[in-house]
């Protein structure tokens, strides 16, 4: 499985790019089976003008299953990271879960997922 990161108008600090590949590896390692890829893209969405502007978009093309796709938005990038991560694997789980006990997944759930 491989972790694509890309950065918009955020400045790759050193160890920022080693950062995401661990925190992603780590809430999504336990699905690696059923995930054929996963990009990170992390933005500044005001620019210079401040505010809660760090967002974290993370997309997973899995196998046999719809991509999850959201968006987490936070003052600091490893913060938007950290909750992205979290929430990975929140909706990994419950879906994998769906699709082992047979339930349906309703693709308006996918999309506030």
């Known amino acids: 499985m491989r972790i694509d990161l890309r950065c918009d108008g955020v400045e790759p600090s050193p160890g920022l790019k080693d950062y995401v590949a661990k925190r992603m590896r780590f809430a999504i390692g336990r699905f690696r089976d059923h995930i054929q890829w996963a990009r990170v893209?992390?933005?500044?969405?005001?620019?210079?003008?401040?505010?809660?502007?760090?967002?974290?978009v993370v997309q997973l093309r899995l196998r046999n299953l719809p991509d999850v796709i959201f968006t987490i938005t936070e003052i600091e990038v490893r913060t938007a990271v950290d909750r992205a991560a979290d929430r990975v694997a929140r909706v990994l789980a419950s879906r994998l879960d769906r699709q082992r006990h047979g339930m349906r997944v309703q693709p308006a759930a996918l999309a506030g997922a």
Not at 41 to 56: Q, S
């Open 41 to 56: 893209k992390l933005a500044d969405v005001n620019g210079p003008r401040g505010g809660t502007d760090k967002r974290c």
